[in-house]
């Protein structure tokens, strides 16, 4: 047989005084003298988790507003057909930069060859726009979130 003791409930305060033979309201004053008498505020509680954050909340400086604006009037510019072969368009846009198809290609950070190669995912996307994030991964060896990324930093995406 078991045996279930309950403390908070009346029939564990009831059982306990008993056993103890005292009277219930002595055991409830025990009780109460046990509970946390203060309660927490709001201001006191630590956040662990900030809101997220809408990517389009952020304003960005006027700086970079011109520089998007000069490679997306340069994009809109493109004659862009789906005649056109991926690695022509890369070249163009990549010559309008300054860099050749291999500097796009590889794998480097610095700033003016990155937006170089934002640009070339982009021309490419428009050229064709049937093409899966995978499939211009594959023609610029990258990531297909790689892609996704490059394709929402020019709006895109």
């Known amino acids: ?82 005649q056109t072969p991926v690695k022509a368009l890369i070249d163009r846009v990549a010559a309008w930069h300054g860099f050749s198809h291999d500097d796009i290609i590889k794998d480097c950070r610095q700033r003016k060859l990155y937006e170089a190669r934002l640009d070339c995912v982009v021309a490419v996307k428009q050229a064709y726009p049937e093409a899966t994030q995978p499939w211009l991964g594959k023609r610029f060896h990258r990531d297909s979130t790689t892609m996704f990324y490059a394709l929402r930093k020019r709006g895109l995406a």
């Open 1 to 82: 047989m078991r045996v279930f003791a309950y403390r908070a409930t009346a029939a564990g305060i009831a059982r306990r005084a008993s056993e103890r033979g005292q009277p219930i309201a002595a055991i409830e004053a025990v009780e109460a003298e046990r509970a946390p008498t203060v309660t927490p505020k709001a201001s006191n509680v630590i956040r662990f988790r900030r809101p997220p954050v809408a990517h389009e909340t952020r304003r960005m400086s006027s700086a970079q507003d011109f520089r998007r604006a000069k490679h997306m009037a340069f994009l809109a510019g493109l004659d862009i057909s789906t």
